[in-house]
């Protein structure tokens, strides 16, 4: 039995590409014929009638397939495959033709030009599309979202034209952007394009700066206007606070800043075709305080509210206090001063201060005034004289002013404009020209009486809000005579004076003690004075000691009278300014002396440890360290060591060149392997001291050190210059004694200390110099090199 075994299906054929349309009958050998639209094509392989069409024939399988070359849209169909003699129909197969769309269209292209801000829709149209093209944006490569589309069916109602919208808000950063419509659908799966360029038009876009970004008032600063615009800038135009700056054409505008430009700001304005563009900006400009806000007074009643204002401006943001006059206390720190219940005592002046931080300050006042009873501030005791005019006077401060002002004393009453007063009294009013609601009342006496300073005087106010009342009490006073006054003045004027002058003499003193002890120096002067001794004994150095020739170096005494008065004795560390020349011209004027030259009568050393209290009426008891009795003077004695003679006291110590700290320390001087004693017979005797020396009652001027040696060092001690030693120092002087067993004095053998008698005691001298050389013979040397 005859049967389909393959029937036609649904295709679809691109226009102007080949299709073939399938059909199979099983077990027959009939007659085959396909139908297009119910319309049979014809009977055989070749269809005349149907050029393009062609049936592919194959009997022995039973294949009859109908191919269509060179589609077009006439054969969008529905076709059937029919076995005639087999009575058998296909299904129908619809044949659908594709149509590419034309290419796509956007309108205005290449180009479009466009307006920055102004919304715009680009339109794209992709024709003759089967079926309708679907239509994609892309900006720059990248799809882009937002358009929609119509569609319009042509005349032979199978073909459609597409159109689509793509809503666009230029800005002027668009300039140069490619959009690119595609149309695609079946027949072209890649689809079909075209692309556009933006040209948008756009007014300046403007970058306003200003150099430097901070400035101090009166500073220079400079402002730059860049802008870029499409098309081209056809003018600058500056302003500031709104005010057009004249002169002002170019993209750079040059001036001083002053505080207004911190809140009025500069403006460029920029002009092209399209339009303009205005930017603004404000300058940091530091500035001190400005008073935007002037406080004005303020009237109100007691115990009201009342509200101060005050504004300032200042860069950096400064700092606002108030105060009230007079005091310190900070009341607030805003621009308004807020005071509850106010009272009379409130009333005054109020500062409003502005500080700008390294800038500057400034404040300004405000008065407040509270209106309330007069205030009556006068002294309640007030002074006049006897026999003289004397006034009593009453201050009234009063907000409002006073309406009446009554003084009451004794029997008097008065009252302006009521009244008569006795002749001695008179009232008069004066208004300070200082206080805004301020009264001076003044009760005048004329030749006051004792009975005025037995009355009380009483001053009363009255105004709106009540009175105001003082007790006033007057006392008697006495006039100074006037040459008392004078006479006074110039006592104290003398006084001051001479107060004035023990300064000055008293400063000068200081000053010129202040200066002593100072050795003068300069580094590059070497200065060296030579004074030898010509003494005889002094020739040998083997024959004198070094103790000697360094106490002999250290006591040599000075020619110039009047500076060994100046030296005195009473401290060690004195030492007034030598005559010196003018250290600049490299020489100074050094005196030098030699032991030949007398010793001044006018100096004197005393060493009071050094007197016998022994014998009565001062003779000097000399004895050994052993204790053995002394001898008195005898008959025997030379005159110049007897009783009451000065020959043999203590040789006065010259003043010395040497600072305190510069002496040779001499209080002890030990040498170990070797002993220096005095030759045999020349120690001190009893008749080489002096029974009676007044020098020795003074009070000792040098200080004393005690303290004892190792026992195996030579100890020298220093006393009474030997005879055998005397003409080294013209016949008195100071030496250096060993102290140990006597050689030859009045003590036992091996007693210590024998042949010093008292003055062999363990008081020591001390000085001390760190340029004392002791082994050179006593040489002064003083070189000059500049």
């Known amino acids: 039995m005859a049967r389909f075994s393959q029937e036609p299906a649904d295709q679809s054929v691109v226009l102007g590409q080949r299709v073939v349309l399938s059909c199979v009958v099983f077990n027959y050998s009939g007659i085959v014929q396909w139908t297009k639209d119910g319309l049979a094509l014809g009977i055989g392989e070749d269809l005349r009638a149907w050029p393009r069409y062609r049936v592919l024939r194959m009997v022995d399988i039973g294949q009859y397939n109908l191919e269509i070359s060179s589609a077009e849209l006439s054969d969008d169909s529905l076709y059937e495959c029919q076995a005639t003699e087999a009575a058998l ?139 870029t615009a499409n098309p081209p800038i056809m003018g600058y135009k500056w302003a500031k606070g709104g005010v057009v700056i004249q002169g002002a054409r170019e993209s750079v505008f040059i001036t001083k800043a002053d505080h207004s430009f911190f809140t009025e700001p500069v403006s460029c304005q920029v002009f092209n075709a399209v339009g303009s563009t205005n930017v603004s900006i404000l300058v940091d400009v530091h500035f001190g305080p400005i008073l935007v806000v002037e406080p004005k007074p303020v009237t109100v009643d007691s115990d009201s509210d009342v509200t101060l204002n005050c504004k300032w401006a200042g860069n950096p943001p400064l700092t606002l206090t108030w105060t009230k006059k007079g005091s310190s206390m900070v009341l607030s720190n805003n621009n308004q001063l807020y005071l509850k219940s106010v009272s009379q005592a409130d009333a005054g002046q109020y500062v409003c201060k502005a500080i700008v931080p390294r800038i500057g300050v400034g404040e300004t006042e405000v008065t407040l005034t509270v209106n309330g009873p007069p205030i009556i501030s006068s002294e309640p005791v007030q002074y006049a004289v006897r026999g003289e005019r004397g006034e009593v006077k009453c201050y009234i401060a009063s907000t409002p002013p006073p309406d009446k002002i009554v003084w009451a004393w004794k029997e008097n009453v008065w009252e302006k404009e009521k009244g008569t007063l006795p002749e001695r009294y008179t009232v008069e009013q004066s208004k300070p020209s200082s206080d805004g609601g301020a009264v001076l009342s003044t009760l005048t006496i004329n030749n006051v009486m004792e009975s005025d300073f037995q009355s009380t005087y009483n001053c009363t106010a009255w105004n709106g809000f009540g009175p105001g009342t003082m007790i006033i009490t007057l006392e008697e006073t006495e006039v100074v005579p006037v040459g008392i006054i004078a006479g006074g003045t110039v006592g104290c ?164 060149r040497l600072s305190h700290n510069s002496y040779a320390q001499f209080n002890t001087f030990s040498r170990a392997g070797q002993s220096q004693q005095p030759p045999p017979g020349s120690g001190p005797q009893t008749g080489d001291f002096a029974t009676d020396c007044s020098l020795l009652d003074s009070t000792p001027q040098l200080a004393y050190d005690n303290y004892s040696y190792h026992s195996h060092y030579s100890t020298y001690r220093m006393g009474f210059a030997p005879p055998s030693l005397a003409p080294l120092e013209g016949g008195s002087g100071y030496e250096m004694y060993s102290v140990g067993p006597s050689v030859g004095g009045g003590g036992p053998a091996g007693t210590p200390e024998t042949g010093l008698g008292k003055y062999g005691s363990s008081t020591r001298f001390s000085y001390t110099s760190q340029h004392s050389d002791y082994s050179h013979r006593h040489t002064q040397r003083m070189q000059t090199h500049v």
């Open 89 to 227: 129909r296909s299904r129908r197969a619809k044949l659908t033709v594709l149509i590419p769309p034309d290419e796509p269209v956007i309108e205005g292209s290449p180009e479009i030009l466009l307006t920055a801000g102004v919304p715009h829709n680009l339109s794209c149209v992709s024709r003759g599309a089967k079926p309708p093209a679907a239509i994609e944006w892309q900006k720059d490569g990248l799809p882009i979202e937002g358009a929609f589309s119509t569609t319009e069916v042509l005349p032979d109602r199978k073909r459609v034209t597409t159109r689509s919208f793509l809503p666009v808000l230029p800005v002027d950063t668009d300039t140069g952007k490619n959009f690119t419509c595609m149309a695609t659908n079946p027949a072209v799966p890649m689809g079909k394009r075209t692309t556009i360029t933006l040209n948008v038009h756009h007014p300046p876009v403007v970058v306003l700066s200003i150099e430097p970004r901070s400035v101090l008032e009166g500073e220079r600063v400079t402002f730059t206007c860049q802008a």
């Open 493 to 656: 004027s003398i006084l001051l004076l001479l107060c004035l002058l023990a300064l000055v003499l008293f400063l000068y003193r200081q000053r010129k003690g202040s200066r002593r002890g100072v050795t003068l120096g300069k580094p590059d002067i070497k200065v060296e004075t030579i004074n030898k001794e010509t003494h005889s004994l002094e020739e040998d150095t083997g024959s004198v000691s070094t103790a000697t020739r360094m106490v002999k170096a250290m006591y040599s005494p000075f020619k110039d009278d009047d500076l060994k008065q100046e030296l005195r004795s009473d401290t060690l560390d004195t030492r007034p300014d030598y005559e010196l020349k003018d250290p600049t011209n490299g020489y100074y004027n050094v005196r030098a002396s030699t032991h030949d030259e007398g010793r001044p009568a006018s100096r004197s050393m005393h060493y009071s440890d050094y007197r016998s209290s022994a014998q009565p009426g001062g003779a000097a008891a000399i004895s050994g360290s052993s204790g053995a009795p002394g001898a008195t003077a005898g008959p025997g004695t030379p005159s110049s060591l007897a009783p009451g003679s000065r020959a043999g006291c203590y040789d006065p110590r010259p003043p010395s």
